[in-house]
């Protein structure tokens, strides 16, 4: 690992939060903003559900770990993106709880040079513990020295 990451700090959680019981409106708004036709996703009733991107509106408290490398944590970084991978759909009046772990750090050399990119992992479960979605965000640094 670059850096020298102590690998007992992946995987370990160092967020927890809990948010606000999501509203029908929010749900409405959220799909309308982006151009949603679907009814599922813009009509009020026992049907609606969340837009399937709508988990990207929810964050921690923190972004990284107090564990990351000073080196890492006191530079800029570039969003460098995001993999999804959805469970139960959202529904009105669920409270979304999030969980954030260090999921990995790696190093790669481009045209550019190196770069080393931090996976932040959110899991994201509902009132009954049901996963809605995993987002691993994707940080990228340029020019750091291994």
């Not at 969340?50 to 988990?55: K, L, N």
């Not at 759909?89 to 481009?110: C, F, M, Q």
């Not at 080393?116 to 340029?142: L, P, S």
């Amino acid at each position: 690992m670059p850096l020298d990451i102590d690998p007992s700090i992946l995987g370990r959680e160092f967020d927890r939060a809990e948010h606000e019981p999501v509203t029908a409106d929010a749900l409405i708004s959220f799909a309308i903003a982006l151009g949603e036709t679907y009814p599922c996703y813009i009509q009020a009733g026992p049907e609606l559900i969340a837009h399937p991107t709508y988990c990207v509106r929810f964050k921690g408290r923190k972004f990284f770990p107090d564990t990351l490398p000073e080196t890492l944590r006191f530079q800029m970084s570039f969003d460098a993106g995001k993999d999804i991978a959805l469970g139960v759909p959202i529904r009105p009046g669920d409270v979304i709880t999030i969980v954030s772990t260090l999921h990995e750090v790696y190093e790669k050399t481009g045209r550019t040079g190196s770069m080393v990119f931090v996976v932040v992992r959110f899991t994201m479960t509902n009132q009954r513990r049901e996963t809605v979605a995993v987002v691993d965000n994707r940080f990228m640094y340029k020019g750091l020295q291994a």
